[in-house]
Every structure is written in structure tokens, then in C-alpha cells.
């Protein structure tokens, strides 16, 4: 057997972390699912072309899916932080660099790591 290389791990990695953040949220319907799944095959083709950008992919992945589910749900996910005002999306910082965090560019501050919403919102499932 050939060892997992370190792309599929940090695909494997990206992929469990963005799921982790949609089940805390409560959209992480089968369709929702394979968005990731689109993101995910995406991701391993640029990564092939660009091996320095695998410590990224999990921020990428979770734009990917942001920007996916904009078009067909609506703002995921949505802050937390701010109690009152216009419901608005979280942005992941930084947008192309290692260890992705969910940040309110209202409020400025970091909210969770990519992966850890659930804890953050309370929203965590049952
Ligand atoms: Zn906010």
C-alpha cells in the first residue's frame, strides 16, 4: 500500500473541517455535502499545479463553499458575534494562507478556526 501523501491529507483534512463548521450551521444537506465534494476535486487539481499552496486548502475550501452556497441558500455562516443589525456572513482570514480562521469584519474580531464554529455558536448537534 502506498502511504497517503501529505495533498490528501490536507484534502482529507479541508474537507472534514469545512463539514464540521456546515453540520454546526445546519446545512450540511447531501447537496450542501457536494459542494464540498466540487471544492475538494477543484482544490486537488490546483494543488497539483501549485504543491506550496497545500497548507491552504482548508481556508480555500471553505470560501469555495461560501461562495456556493451565497448563490444557492444564502450567507453561511452567519456571525454570531454581533447581536443586533443586518444578519451578515462571516469572512475566513486569511483568504490564501495557513491556519484559517471565521472573522466578523464588523465587529473585527476572530470567532473561530475553520473546523471550530460549532463551539463557537453553541450550535453544536446532538
Ligand atoms: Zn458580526
Not at 5 to 22: F, G, I, K, N, Y
Not at 73 to 100: F, I, K, N, Q
Amino acid at each position: 500500500m502506498n502511504p497517503i501523501s501529505p495533498l490528501e491529507q490536507a484534502l482529507h483534512a479541508a474537507r472534514a473541517l469545512v463539514l464540521a463548521d456546515l453540520v454546526a450551521g445546519e446545512v450540511a444537506e447531501p447537496d450542501v455535502v457536494s459542494l464540498v465534494e466540487e471544492s475538494v476535486v477543484q482544490r486537488r487539481w490546483w494543488v497539483e499545479q501549485w504543491p506550496e499552496g497545500v497548507e491552504f486548502v482548508a481556508g480555500l475550501v471553505a470560501q469555495d463553499v461560501q461562495d456556493a452556497l451565497l448563490e444557492r441558500y444564502g450567507r453561511w455562516p452567519l456571525c454570531p458575534v454581533c447581536g443586533s443589525g443586518d444578519p451578515h456572513a462571516l469572512d475566513v482570514e486569511p483568504e490564501l494562507g495557513p491556519d484559517p480562521h471565521w472573522v466578523c469584519g464588523k465587529a473585527g474580531v476572530k470567532v473561530a478556526a475553520v473546523g471550530s464554529l460549532g463551539a463557537a455558536t453553541g450550535g453544536a448537534p446532538s
